[in-house]
């Protein structure tokens, strides 16, 4: 269930950048370098709020299939070590 959560929006996220809209089909690797793509998380914090941080690292690529949608992947790589929620405290307790 957690990687739906991760991958649908990441698709989604994907399939919109400028970048791929001029050429549909093919393999294509993340941009991390470009900031084209990141990778967000929110947690409940005590059942009030959102808190929001990111993953510094991460790889991976995304294949279209243009003839066969539904053939389409996505494969991502995230080194949770790399977790940043912009509190060091509470990246310490994330990461155990």
Do not use: C
Request: aromatic share 12%.
């Amino acid at each position: 269930m957690l990687k739906h959560r991760i991958l649908i929006p990441l698709l989604a996220v994907l399939l919109s950048t400028p970048a791929f809209a001029d050429k549909p089909g093919g393999t294509y690797q993340f941009d991390t370098e470009g900031q084209h793509q990141f990778i967000l998380f929110k947690i409940s914090h005590l059942g009030y709020s959102w808190l929001y941080g990111n993953f510094n690292e991460f790889t991976g690529s995304f294949t279209v299939d243009e003839d066969n949608p539904e053939n389409s992947k996505v494969r991502a790589e995230i080194k949770t070590a790399s977790l940043d929620s912009n509190h060091a405290e509470r990246d310490k307790h994330l990461r155990s």
